[in-house]
């Protein structure tokens, strides 16, 4: 008798062990890798709704020229902004980025620089001997402070951080004389046939 009681609780502290050997502990997640929000981060990250409006719903007038596509709230958003900026050195655009955003940006065109004789310049790579005339770019939380769009135009920025505000800038010794007017070959001919400036950012 006392044999059989011995063997029955041997049995069964064997298949308590082998249950508890495989049963997922309490609060555990499951296996496989974790899933990503919009934003890309993972189980444990801020999830944040990057379908959204980048430009206020109603944006105020001004000189600046923005494509419809800087309108839509469905990535990816594709927004050109047409004759930006170049009588100050720096200027916030009401255009956000987002934390997950992945951007390019392309750019081109020309600028008036002011002056006596062919004075327009290319935007992105002005063809200058005094190292001016650059147009400048801020992407918050991807790229430094007001870079040249030269060394931008082409790759591919993740943001990260809060994201923030767009910021395009121009390089100048006088900013009085600029602009969009006039329009001419460019010193040295370098905006032959050119449109005026743009910068073309995609969010994705």
Sequence with gaps: MRKSIMTVVAAAVLATGAAMATAPAAGAAPAGPARAD???TGRHGQSVDRDVR???AALKAADVIYSP???STTLPIDCTITEPVVTQHETTYP???LPGDHVTVNAGGCVQTGGHGLTWKRYVDPASDNDLYHGLITI???????VRLVNVVGRQYVVGGRGGSLKLGYEDD???DNGYTAHDNGTGNQCLNSVNAFVRIVVS
């Design 54 to 56: 980048r430009i206020p």
């Design 69 to 71: 596509g800087c309108s």
């Design 38 to 40: 919009a934003a890309g």
């Design 95 to 97: 255009f956000s980025f």
């Design 140 to 146: 918050p939380g991807a790229t430094g402070d007001l």
């Design 174 to 176: 006088g900013y009085s």
